[in-house]
């Protein structure tokens, strides 16, 4: 019988929210202080009220990458950037801040779960970017 995979087998909510508990274990994820005192988002109108946000971004984040291969920060950054509301006129897209995503992803590269793409030649991508690492793959696939 083919092993299963669960990266795709449970719901994208719950397997982010093991992910996150997975990594609160990884001594390399941890916030900084200045998380803290920042916005996700110019679109956001306050900064981040949730105490394990940076674990279910960086769970999110890991997850994407699985999914889509090589995948740089102005992808994510259009993935989790939303509406902004501005008054009167009518609302427009922005792209979500970069600083958060870039501190989780070299986070991910000092665990060894991701690495950085230069070369894409030899690839199908078109632009470069990180990827998982084998180490990163069993990581994510482990997760039940």
């Known amino acids: 019988m083919a092993k299963k995979n669960s990266v ?3 719901s994208p909510q719950e397997y982010n929210l093991k992910l996150a508990e997975a990594l609160k274990k990884v001594s390399e994820f941890g916030e900084p202080e200045w998380a803290k005192f920042v916005k996700s988002s110019p679109s956001k109108e306050r900064p981040i009220d949730d105490l394990d946000f940076w674990y279910k971004r960086s769970a999110s984040v890991l997850r ?3 999914k ?3 995948v740089g920060v102005n992808r ?3 993935r ?3 509406k902004l509301n501005r008054g009167v006129r009518p609302e427009r897209f922005v792209k979500a801040g ?3 995503i870039r501190t989780i992803l070299q986070q991910a590269d000092k665990a060894g779960f991701t690495e950085v793409v230069k070369d894409v030649k030899k690839t199908k991508e ?3 970017g990180r990827k998982l690492t084998s180490k990163g793959k069993e990581f994510l696939e482990a997760i039940e």
């Open 64 to 66: 994407q990458i699985y």
């Open 68 to 70: 889509k291969g090589i």
């Open 76 to 78: 994510l950054r259009t």
């Open 80 to 82: 989790y950037g939303s």
């Open 8 to 10: 795709y087998e449970m």
């Open 98 to 100: 970069g600083k958060i």
């Open 126 to 128: 078109k632009r470069p």
